[in-house]
C-alpha cells in the first residue's frame, strides 16, 4: 500500500503540478473565475505549503522547505503561512503578485525533499501521534496557519497519526485542490 501512496505522490508532481506552469499561461493560472473563486496559483501554493509542513514537521520531523530557503521573499508575497481560511482579498493579493518562476521551483523543491521523507519514513511509527507540546511548538511556533484557527488546527492535527499525515497531504488534500484547479482551468 505504502508503494502505491508514494507512486501517486510521484504522479502528483510530475504528471499534474509542474506541467501546470507549461501547460498554463501566466493569465490562466493568476485568474479567480470570481471574487469567491482561488486561483490555479492559490491553489498550487496552499498544496504546496501544506505538503511542506506535513511532511516536514510531522512525518520527518525537519525543517521546512519554505523556511529554509528564503521562500517568502523568493515568492514575492506576504504570507508564510498555509493559506486555510485566508481572506479573499488575501488571495486575490497573491493571485496577482505570486512570482510563478518561483513557485514552479518551490514545487520542486518541496517535491525533492518531500520524496526524501517518504523515502525514509519509519514505518514503525506510522500510527505515532505527535504530542501537544510539539504540535503547538509548530503551529503557533511557526505561525503556519492564520491566528484564528491555531488553536482548531492544533487539534485536528493533534489527532492525527504519522500515516494519516502521509496520507491526507501525499493523496487526499491534494487531489482535492487537483479537482478545484479542474473547474477553474474549464471556467
Excluded at 469567491?36 to 521546512?64: C, G, K, Y
Aim: proline share 4%; charged share 15%; net charge negative.
Amino acid at each position: 500500500m505504502f508503494d502505491v501512496i508514494v507512486a501517486r505522490h510521484v504522479m502528483l508532481h510530475e504528471q499534474s503540478l509542474a506541467p501546470l506552469f507549461t501547460k498554463l499561461t501566466e493569465e490562466q493560472l493568476r485568474r479567480q473565475p470570481t471574487s469567491a473563486m482561488n486561483s490555479v496559483a492559490w491553489n498550487i501554493w496552499h498544496l504546496l505549503r501544506i505538503e511542506d509542513i506535513t511532511l516536514n514537521r510531522f512525518v520527518a520531523n525537519r525543517p521546512q522547505v519554505h523556511s529554509t530557503g528564503n521562500w517568502q521573499a523568493r515568492l514575492g508575497i506576504p504570507f508564510g503561512h498555509m493559506g486555510t481560511a485566508m481572506p479573499l482579498t488575501d488571495v486575490a493579493l497573491l493571485s496577482q503578485h505570486i512570482n510563478l518562476n518561483e513557485l514552479a521551483n518551490y514545487q520542486q523543491a518541496v517535491y525533492a525533499q518531500s520524496a526524501e521523507n517518504l523515502a525514509a519514513v519509519d514505518h514503525t511509527r506510522l500510527n505515532h501521534q505527535w504530542d501537544a507540546d510539539h504540535m503547538r511548538a509548530v503551529v503557533a511556533g511557526e505561525a503556519v496557519c492564520i491566528p484564528t484557527i491555531t488553536e482548531g488546527v492544533i487539534k485536528y492535527w493533534g489527532a492525527l497519526t504519522i500515516g494519516r499525515f502521509i496520507l491526507d497531504y501525499t493523496q487526499v488534500h491534494p487531489n482535492m485542490h487537483m479537482g478545484e484547479i479542474g473547474v477553474i482551468t474549464g471556467m
